[in-house]
């Protein structure tokens, strides 16, 4: 069985003060691990795809990176506009018709000015 | 592009009672979902369709139904509901890269349901 465990739950930083969410998952193969933002009320939005160990991907204040075993979502010199729960998920490679995501429960990001 | 857009946003059930939520892409998607997010759980899969007549089963799908006539709809049906389906429901499209590989998911504003 597929599984992505996020941690922390709850991060509280201070503008300004860099940091590293953490997505650790299993499955049976990776066909690929994606990187949500959700902010309260909404849908969560898209920020990164990541297929293979060692890739990287970037996005203004975000980096997103992966090992075979997890993947880091490093945020610099974060802002308030940050804030948000960031969900991580990962599509295995038994899974061809559902296309299914599994996701993690997030972080809940809070920095604070 | 309106992009995916769930109706209604709010819904407070009595037990047994039946309703439909519903779900509309303007992208020309042929992958369409149903998830449902609790807390401290992950998104969970309900149903999915890969196109317009073909539905199939996601990871907790008892309790729901779901048709796709069009390529643009996707409404789910609680057929008799139960304080168990108390979340909140996320529609979600997307379309696919080669290879089978998954393109990003598109997420509409979600419906928070309550079922007294």
């Known amino acids: 069985e597929d599984q992505v465990t996020q941690s922390p739950e709850a991060l509280r930083l201070q503008e300004g003060e860099s940091s590293s969410l953490n997505c650790s998952y299993t499955?049976?193969?990776?066909?690929?691990l994606f990187w949500y933002r959700q902010d309260p009320g909404k849908g969560p939005e898209f920020l990164f795809t990541?297929?293979?160990a060692g890739e990287e991907k970037e996005k203004e204040r975000l980096k997103a990176t992966l090992t075979k075993k997890e993947s880091f979502l490093h945020i610099t010199a974060p802002k308030p506009e940050d804030s948000a729960t960031y969900l991580c998920a990962v599509q295995s490679l038994m899974d061809t018709g559902r296309r299914a995501l599994t996701f993690g429960s997030g972080t809940r990001l809070q920095v604070q000015p | 592009n309106a992009g995916v857009t769930q109706t209604p946003k709010f819904q407070v059930l009595k037990t047994g009672q039946s309703m439909t939520l519903q779900c509309a892409q303007d992208m020309n998607h042929e992958y369409m979902s149903w998830y449902r997010q609790d807390p401290g759980m992950g998104l969970r899969l309900i149903h999915y369709?890969?196109?317009?007549?073909?539905?199939d089963q996601g990871e907790v799908p008892n309790g729901y139904n779901v048709s796709r006539s069009t390529t643009e709809d996707f409404p789910l049906r609680l057929l008799s509901a139960a304080p168990s389906q108390t979340s909140v429901y996320f529609c979600a499209s997307s379309y696919s890269l080669p290879a089978g590989r998954r393109e990003k998911l598109f997420f509409g504003s979600g419906t928070q349901l309550s079922v007294l």
């Open positions: 990541l297929y293979s």
């Open positions: 369709s890969v196109g317009a007549g073909i539905t």
């Open positions: 499955v049976s193969g990776l066909r690929g």
